[in-house]
Protein backbone atom coordinates (compact mmCIF):
# COMPACT_ATOMS: atom_id res chain seq x y z
CA UNK A 1 0.00 0.00 0.00
CA UNK A 2 1.57 3.61 -1.06
CA UNK A 3 1.50 6.22 1.39
CA UNK A 4 -1.16 8.18 -0.92
CA UNK A 5 -3.38 4.83 -0.15
CA UNK A 6 -2.94 4.76 3.63
CA UNK A 7 -3.64 8.66 3.87
CA UNK A 8 -6.67 8.25 1.46
CA UNK A 9 -7.56 5.17 3.91
CA UNK A 10 -7.43 7.45 7.11
CA UNK A 11 -8.85 10.29 6.13
CA UNK A 12 -12.04 7.79 5.61
CA UNK A 13 -12.24 7.04 8.82
CA UNK A 14 -10.80 3.61 8.24
CA UNK A 15 -9.98 2.13 11.91
CA UNK A 16 -6.95 -0.53 10.31
CA UNK A 17 -5.81 2.85 8.61
CA UNK A 18 -5.62 4.56 11.82
CA UNK A 19 -3.97 1.80 13.96
CA UNK A 20 -1.47 1.21 10.97
CA UNK A 21 -0.49 4.71 10.73
CA UNK A 22 -0.24 5.17 14.43
CA UNK A 23 1.99 2.26 14.63
CA UNK A 24 4.15 3.46 12.46
CA UNK A 25 4.62 6.82 14.48
CA UNK A 26 5.21 4.53 17.57
CA UNK A 27 7.81 2.70 16.05
CA UNK A 28 9.41 5.90 14.27
CA UNK A 29 8.96 4.95 10.97
CA UNK A 30 9.89 7.18 8.27
CA UNK A 31 7.62 6.85 5.56
CA UNK A 32 4.62 7.95 8.20
CA UNK A 33 6.10 11.82 7.53
CA UNK A 34 4.57 11.72 4.26
CA UNK A 35 1.48 10.10 5.46
CA UNK A 36 1.11 12.93 8.01
CA UNK A 37 1.68 15.73 4.97
CA UNK A 38 -1.14 14.83 3.09
CA UNK A 39 -3.68 14.79 5.86
CA UNK A 40 -2.54 17.41 7.12
CA UNK A 41 -4.98 19.76 5.52
CA UNK A 42 -7.72 17.83 7.42
CA UNK A 43 -6.29 18.45 11.05
CA UNK A 44 -8.21 20.77 13.18
CA UNK A 45 -11.59 19.70 13.93
CA UNK A 46 -11.32 17.45 16.64
CA UNK A 47 -11.19 18.84 20.30
CA UNK A 48 -8.84 17.47 22.23
CA UNK A 49 -8.94 17.36 26.02
CA UNK A 50 -5.90 16.47 28.32
CA UNK A 51 -6.42 14.69 31.49
CA UNK A 52 -3.36 14.50 33.70
CA UNK A 53 -2.74 14.31 37.80
CA UNK A 54 -1.43 12.18 40.30
CA UNK A 55 -0.86 8.15 39.76
CA UNK A 56 -4.00 6.74 41.30
CA UNK A 57 -6.62 9.77 41.05
CA UNK A 58 -8.67 8.34 38.59
CA UNK A 59 -7.70 9.79 35.41
CA UNK A 60 -8.72 6.67 33.51
CA UNK A 61 -12.32 6.19 35.36
CA UNK A 62 -12.82 9.75 34.39
CA UNK A 63 -11.97 9.21 31.28
CA UNK A 64 -14.24 6.45 30.74
CA UNK A 65 -17.43 8.03 31.49
CA UNK A 66 -16.67 10.67 29.50
CA UNK A 67 -16.68 8.74 26.65
CA UNK A 68 -19.59 7.37 27.45
CA UNK A 69 -21.32 10.90 27.63
CA UNK A 70 -19.82 11.92 24.50
CA UNK A 71 -21.24 8.69 22.75
CA UNK A 72 -24.10 9.81 24.03
CA UNK A 73 -24.18 13.26 22.47
CA UNK A 74 -23.43 11.13 19.03
CA UNK A 75 -19.87 11.94 18.86
CA UNK A 76 -16.79 10.19 17.87
CA UNK A 77 -13.93 9.46 20.20
CA UNK A 78 -10.13 8.70 20.18
CA UNK A 79 -8.01 8.39 23.38
CA UNK A 80 -4.30 7.94 23.37
CA UNK A 81 -3.87 6.09 27.08
CA UNK A 82 0.07 6.80 27.79
CA UNK A 83 0.93 4.25 30.22
CA UNK A 84 4.24 3.43 32.15
CA UNK A 85 6.68 1.14 29.71
CA UNK A 86 6.67 -2.44 30.75
CA UNK A 87 10.21 -2.94 32.52
CA UNK A 88 10.66 -6.16 30.45
CA UNK A 89 9.55 -5.29 26.68
CA UNK A 90 9.09 -1.60 26.55
CA UNK A 91 5.71 -1.85 25.81
CA UNK A 92 2.56 -0.29 27.61
CA UNK A 93 0.91 -2.40 30.15
CA UNK A 94 -2.35 -1.70 28.51
CA UNK A 95 -4.19 -0.93 31.93
CA UNK A 96 -5.82 1.79 30.67
CA UNK A 97 -7.50 -0.28 28.19
CA UNK A 98 -8.57 -3.10 30.83
CA UNK A 99 -10.54 -0.31 32.70
CA UNK A 100 -12.55 0.48 29.25
CA UNK A 101 -12.88 -2.49 28.12
CA UNK A 102 -16.90 -1.84 27.67
CA UNK A 103 -16.10 0.42 24.81
CA UNK A 104 -13.99 -2.34 22.88
CA UNK A 105 -16.82 -3.08 20.56
CA UNK A 106 -17.79 0.25 19.88
CA UNK A 107 -16.52 1.61 16.43
CA UNK A 108 -16.89 5.25 17.22
CA UNK A 109 -14.28 4.65 20.03
CA UNK A 110 -10.80 4.02 19.65
CA UNK A 111 -8.61 3.87 22.09
CA UNK A 112 -4.71 3.06 21.96
CA UNK A 113 -2.25 2.64 24.83
CA UNK A 114 1.16 3.58 24.18
CA UNK A 115 4.44 3.36 26.41
CA UNK A 116 6.13 6.19 27.82
CA UNK A 117 9.19 4.61 26.60
CA UNK A 118 11.20 6.75 29.46
CA UNK A 119 10.69 10.00 28.00
CA UNK A 120 10.80 12.60 30.10
CA UNK A 121 7.74 14.07 31.81
CA UNK A 122 6.30 10.75 31.23
CA UNK A 123 4.32 10.89 27.48
CA UNK A 124 5.09 8.89 24.77
CA UNK A 125 7.00 11.38 22.06
CA UNK A 126 4.62 10.09 19.70
CA UNK A 127 1.53 11.25 21.16
CA UNK A 128 1.27 13.79 19.40
CA UNK A 129 1.09 12.76 15.93
CA UNK A 130 -0.98 10.36 17.18
CA UNK A 131 -3.37 12.90 18.15
CA UNK A 132 -3.35 14.41 14.89
CA UNK A 133 -4.10 11.32 13.05
CA UNK A 134 -6.95 10.68 15.36
CA UNK A 135 -8.20 14.11 14.59
CA UNK A 136 -7.56 13.47 10.35
CA UNK A 137 -9.55 10.26 10.63
CA UNK A 138 -12.89 12.27 11.73
CA UNK A 139 -12.62 11.79 15.52
CA UNK A 140 -14.58 14.40 17.07
CA UNK A 141 -13.44 14.57 20.63
CA UNK A 142 -9.94 13.56 21.42
CA UNK A 143 -8.47 12.18 24.75
CA UNK A 144 -5.45 12.28 26.14
CA UNK A 145 -4.64 10.71 29.23
CA UNK A 146 -1.12 11.17 30.65
CA UNK A 147 0.47 8.82 33.35
CA UNK A 148 0.71 12.13 35.84
CA UNK A 149 4.75 12.05 36.56
CA UNK A 150 7.40 14.79 36.26
CA UNK A 151 6.68 17.16 33.79
CA UNK A 152 3.93 15.54 31.58
CA UNK A 153 1.36 18.11 33.11
CA UNK A 154 3.39 20.46 30.98
CA UNK A 155 3.30 18.89 28.14
CA UNK A 156 -0.19 17.77 27.85
CA UNK A 157 -0.45 21.07 27.73
CA UNK A 158 1.41 21.54 24.85
CA UNK A 159 -0.73 19.32 22.81
CA UNK A 160 -4.25 19.74 24.82
CA UNK A 161 -7.05 22.02 23.47
CA UNK A 162 -8.97 21.82 26.82
CA UNK A 163 -6.65 20.72 30.11
CA UNK A 164 -7.82 18.83 32.94
CA UNK A 165 -6.21 18.15 36.21
CA UNK A 166 -7.16 15.69 38.67
CA UNK A 167 -6.90 15.46 42.12
CA UNK A 168 -7.61 13.65 45.07
CA UNK A 169 -7.93 14.28 48.89
CA UNK A 170 -4.81 11.53 49.36
CA UNK A 171 -2.79 13.90 47.15
CA UNK A 172 -2.76 16.86 49.81
CA UNK A 173 -4.07 20.25 50.09
CA UNK A 174 -4.44 22.42 47.28
CA UNK A 175 -0.98 24.63 48.24
CA UNK A 176 1.19 22.14 47.52
CA UNK A 177 -0.56 22.34 43.78
CA UNK A 178 -0.57 25.81 43.25
CA UNK A 179 3.93 25.26 44.70
CA UNK A 180 3.75 22.63 41.68
CA UNK A 181 2.60 25.61 39.70
CA UNK A 182 -0.40 23.55 38.08
CA UNK A 183 -2.69 26.54 38.75
CA UNK A 184 -0.98 27.96 35.71
CA UNK A 185 -1.65 24.88 33.65
CA UNK A 186 -5.00 23.90 34.50
CA UNK A 187 -7.82 25.17 32.88
CA UNK A 188 -10.15 22.75 34.92
CA UNK A 189 -9.98 20.91 37.95
CA UNK A 190 -11.51 18.02 39.04
CA UNK A 191 -11.48 16.67 42.96
CA UNK A 192 -11.74 13.28 42.41
CA UNK A 193 -12.93 10.50 45.05
CA UNK A 194 -15.05 13.16 46.62
CA UNK A 195 -16.47 10.72 49.47
CA UNK A 196 -13.18 10.53 51.15
CA UNK A 197 -12.58 12.67 54.29
CA UNK A 198 -10.58 16.11 53.14
CA UNK A 199 -11.91 16.14 49.39
CA UNK A 200 -14.17 19.11 50.76
CA UNK A 201 -11.44 20.97 52.05
CA UNK A 202 -9.36 20.83 48.65
CA UNK A 203 -12.04 21.42 46.97
CA UNK A 204 -12.51 24.68 49.27
CA UNK A 205 -8.81 25.43 49.12
CA UNK A 206 -8.64 24.96 45.06
CA UNK A 207 -11.95 27.62 44.76
CA UNK A 208 -10.27 30.16 46.90
CA UNK A 209 -6.71 30.11 44.89
CA UNK A 210 -8.73 30.07 41.81
CA UNK A 211 -10.65 33.14 43.22
CA UNK A 212 -7.27 34.74 44.36
CA UNK A 213 -4.88 34.61 41.25
CA UNK A 214 -7.66 33.90 38.49
CA UNK A 215 -10.76 36.10 38.97
CA UNK A 216 -9.98 38.47 36.23
CA UNK A 217 -8.74 36.20 33.90
CA UNK A 218 -11.13 35.45 30.94
CA UNK A 219 -11.68 31.98 31.89
CA UNK A 220 -11.17 31.32 35.54
CA UNK A 221 -10.64 27.59 35.84
CA UNK A 222 -14.15 26.16 37.79
CA UNK A 223 -13.30 23.24 40.41
CA UNK A 224 -15.12 20.54 40.25
CA UNK A 225 -15.87 17.66 42.62
CA UNK A 226 -16.64 14.32 41.42
CA UNK A 227 -16.43 10.48 41.99
CA UNK A 228 -16.05 9.00 38.78
CA UNK A 229 -16.31 5.91 39.75
CA UNK A 230 -20.25 6.89 40.51
CA UNK A 231 -20.56 9.10 37.70
CA UNK A 232 -21.08 11.96 39.52
CA UNK A 233 -19.49 15.37 38.26
CA UNK A 234 -18.98 13.76 34.89
CA UNK A 235 -21.63 15.46 33.33
CA UNK A 236 -20.81 19.16 34.82
CA UNK A 237 -17.06 17.96 34.03
CA UNK A 238 -18.62 17.35 29.98
CA UNK A 239 -20.27 21.21 30.45
CA UNK A 240 -17.30 23.09 31.55
CA UNK A 241 -15.46 21.51 28.47
CA UNK A 242 -17.73 22.95 26.01
CA UNK A 243 -18.21 25.93 28.14
CA UNK A 244 -14.39 26.30 27.38
CA UNK A 245 -14.28 25.15 23.47
CA UNK A 246 -16.92 27.57 23.08
CA UNK A 247 -15.25 30.20 24.67
CA UNK A 248 -11.83 29.89 23.40
CA UNK A 249 -12.75 29.26 19.82
CA UNK A 250 -14.30 32.77 19.97
CA UNK A 251 -12.00 35.21 21.34
CA UNK A 252 -8.86 34.07 19.50
CA UNK A 253 -7.40 31.81 22.51
CA UNK A 254 -7.47 28.66 20.66
CA UNK A 255 -5.94 29.80 17.58
CA UNK A 256 -3.09 31.19 20.13
CA UNK A 257 -2.90 28.29 21.76
CA UNK A 258 -2.37 25.95 18.53
CA UNK A 259 0.45 28.61 17.68
CA UNK A 260 2.42 27.75 20.39
CA UNK A 261 1.39 24.44 19.95
CA UNK A 262 2.90 24.60 16.81
CA UNK A 263 6.36 26.20 17.36
CA UNK A 264 6.64 23.63 21.07
CA UNK A 265 6.54 20.61 17.97
CA UNK A 266 8.74 22.16 16.10
CA UNK A 267 11.49 22.54 19.31
CA UNK A 268 10.58 18.85 20.11
CA UNK A 269 11.67 17.67 16.71
CA UNK A 270 14.77 19.49 16.41
CA UNK A 271 15.90 18.43 20.18
CA UNK A 272 15.28 14.87 19.43
CA UNK A 273 16.92 15.14 16.13
CA UNK A 274 20.09 17.03 17.35
CA UNK A 275 20.13 14.48 19.93
CA UNK A 276 19.73 11.28 17.63
CA UNK A 277 22.67 12.71 15.54
CA UNK A 278 24.98 13.32 18.95
CA UNK A 279 23.85 9.31 20.09
CA UNK A 280 25.07 8.24 16.36
CA UNK A 281 28.02 10.76 16.22
CA UNK A 282 29.62 9.29 19.58
CA UNK A 283 28.65 6.13 19.06
CA UNK A 284 29.86 5.41 15.29
CA UNK A 285 31.44 8.35 14.12
CA UNK A 286 34.95 10.38 14.43
CA UNK A 287 33.52 12.44 17.12
CA UNK A 288 33.78 9.16 19.89
CA UNK A 289 37.84 9.23 18.96
CA UNK A 290 37.71 12.51 20.68
CA UNK A 291 36.62 10.64 23.95
CA UNK A 292 39.06 8.52 23.92
CA UNK A 293 42.24 10.21 25.47
CA UNK A 294 42.19 12.18 28.41
CA UNK A 295 38.97 13.19 29.24
CA UNK A 296 40.50 16.23 31.02
CA UNK A 297 41.67 17.81 27.62
CA UNK A 298 37.42 17.46 26.38
CA UNK A 299 35.45 20.79 25.67
CA UNK A 300 32.32 19.41 25.84
CA UNK A 301 30.74 22.78 23.99
CA UNK A 302 33.18 22.62 21.72
CA UNK A 303 32.19 19.02 20.93
CA UNK A 304 28.87 19.49 20.92
CA UNK A 305 28.91 22.49 18.61
CA UNK A 306 31.06 20.64 16.33
CA UNK A 307 27.97 17.90 16.39
CA UNK A 308 25.43 20.41 15.42
CA UNK A 309 27.52 21.86 12.47
CA UNK A 310 28.50 18.80 11.14
CA UNK A 311 32.45 19.61 11.85
CA UNK A 312 34.63 16.48 12.14
CA UNK A 313 36.91 17.31 15.31
CA UNK A 314 39.85 19.85 14.83
CA UNK A 315 37.66 21.46 12.00
Do not use: C
Not at 54 to 68: F, M
Not at 136 to 157: I, K, N, Y
Not at 165 to 183: H, R, S, W
Amino acid sequence: MTDADLAARLLDGDVRALARTIRMVEDRDGAVEEVIRQVRGRVGSAWVSGITGPPGSGKSTLTDQLIQRWRTAGHTVGVIAVDPSSPFTGGAILGDRVRMQRHATDRGVFIRSMAARGHLGGLASAAREAVRLLDASGRQRVLLETVGVGQSELEVMQIADTTIVVTTPVTGDAVQILKAGILEIADIFVVNKADLPGAAKVYRDLRDLVRQTKAHDAWPPPVIMASAAKGDGVDELAGEIERHRELISNNGELDARRRRRVEAEVEAIVVERAAERARTALRQGTMGAALDGDLRDVDPYALAERILNGHPPGA
